[in-house]
């Protein structure tokens, strides 16, 4: 997949306090995080897609989990309502996700990562090893980057040509269009094209609590900049041999119609030493959506300290 509120200093420090608040936390001087945090237990911190999206298009979609756990969405630097941003890297939105940590005095990570957002995951964990309690990675974006083009292609080749000339249509008016009003029209009519390919069934899409055009729009436009920022900063990845310092047990969730191929998630299955790969059936890149029954029960039997029967 390819604002700033106005709260004061001391609403932000108050409303760390609370659980099942929305607050801002300062991550780094001039920055801080929209949070949303839901709950109670043992914390899930949950890492969304894009980059460059923010936690709207999934977090009601999750808040199931908060029946058992904690658990605390945020939109990463230059999304959503966090600090907009320019030349954002991944390695920045590791350092954000570490301030985070220390923030909430978290020893040990327990992440669920959405897409881009398994690959953030992913990159904290080889660079905290020792900060990582356990690892969920739902439709996870490749290991390598030779598999973006195959994800890229996939997504097309289940639009019509008409589809396709509309969603292009649809990017180059986004790409131009000026104002928060604007920005949220212009992604209304590029997700109305696309978000279908994601799903086994693209019916299922409208099953889908989350919002992947929410308010405020100069966020919209400050993601589409992050998202070319952060993948440029990958460059021509590989990070099967890094993979292997991961020792937290991670359980891969990937739909067996992903537009994300099921052998690009068994790289990671064959990279992360304590890792076992569940395969969700009928399912696309939401899992959670299209089989939610299988995939609450399997994530929360993996929170719980065992693997989900069907994870091999």
């Known amino acids: ?20 608040a929305e607050l801002f936390v300062m991550v780094a001087p001039g920055v801080r995080l929209f949070v949303r945090d839901e709950g109670r237990g043992a914390p899930v911190v949950v890492l969304h897609g894009g980059p460059g999206l923010d936690s709207n298009y999934l977090a009601d979609d999750l808040v199931p989990l908060a029946a058992r756990r904690r658990v605390v969405f945020f939109d990463q630097r230059g999304a959503g309502r966090s600090s907009l941003a320019n030349g954002v890297t991944a390695e920045t939105l590791v350092e954000d996700l570490e301030a985070l940590r220390r923030h909430f005095r978290i020893d040990r990570l327990t992440l669920l990562g959405h897409s881009w957002g398994a690959g953030l995951a992913a990159l904290y964990a080889m660079t905290h090893p020792a900060r990582v309690e356990r690892l969920v990675l739902v439709g996870s974006m490749p290991v390598q980057a030779r598999w973006l083009s195959v994800f890229s292609t996939n997504l097309r080749d289940r639009l019509s040509t008409a589809e396709q000339a509309r969603l292009d249509e649809a990017d180059a008016a986004w790409e131009t269009a000026s104002g928060a009003a604007g920005q949220i029209e212009r992604c209304r009519a590029y997700w109305a094209i696309l978000q279908k390919a994601y799903y086994a069934n693209p019916a299922a899409a409208s099953r889908s609590r989350g919002n992947l055009c929410a308010p405020p729009g100069a966020g919209l436009a400050s993601g589409r900049r992050v998202n070319g920022s952060v993948w440029a900063s990958l460059g021509e990845f590989d990070w099967r041999p890094r993979l292997a310092s991961v020792r937290a047990p991670t359980l891969l969730v990937h739909g067996d119609r992903d537009p994300i191929p099921l052998d690009a998630a068994r790289e990671w299955r064959a990279a992360i030493p304590s890792s076992r790969l569940l395969v969700v059936p009928d399912a696309g890149h939401m899992p959670y959506v299209e089989q939610p029954q299988l995939f609450f029960a399997a994530v929360q039997t993996f929170l719980d300290g065992n693997w989900p029967a069907d994870a091999r």
Do not use: D
Not at 6 to 16: E, G, K, P, Q, R
């Open 1 to 20: 997949m390819r604002h700033v509120a106005t709260a004061s200093c001391v609403i932000v420090l108050l409303s760390t306090l609370l659980v099942g």
